[in-house]
């Protein structure tokens, strides 16, 4: 069955960085976009950045870009998030998923575009 864990979540100063990863099982990883999606402390559920099945295209909400940098390695059926200046804002419960469509062109924001989520990786920024 599929399933997605993520990990590398933890506490960090403002201007620091953390390094999510997700681990996918299950299904043909190179074959399906990724993206990550947050949710902070009595918000709803944001997306934060998607890649294309074979690595080549990537995308990234405003709030994030140039900050943030996913990467994928289908060898290892490994999704990452490189997060770099991180900002109080940025205090979330993560989650990877998994794009309900076989190489699907494009990336999509709407959490109905998604057919599995992990359970989440907590990152807090804060002094």
């Known amino acids: 069955q599929v399933r997605l864990v993520e990990s590398g979540g933890g506490l960090a100063q403002p201007g620091g960085s953390l390094r999510l990863s997700c681990a996918a099982s299950g299904f043909t990883f190179s074959s399906y976009a990724m993206s990550w999606a947050r949710q902070a402390p009595g918000k709803g559920l944001e997306w934060v950045s998607g890649i294309h099945g074979d690595g080549t295209d990537t995308y990234y909400a405003d709030s994030v870009k140039g900050r943030f940098t996913i990467s994928r390695d289908n060898d290892k059926n490994t999704l990452y998030l490189q997060m770099n200046s991180l900002k109080p804002e940025d205090t979330a419960l993560y989650y990877c998923?998994?794009?309900?469509?076989?190489?699907?062109?494009?990336?999509?924001?709407?959490?109905?575009?998604?057919?599995?989520w992990g359970p989440g990786t907590q990152v807090t920024i804060s002094s």
């Open positions: 998923a998994k794009d309900r469509v076989l190489n699907r062109i494009g990336v999509y924001e709407g959490p109905d575009e998604y057919d599995y």
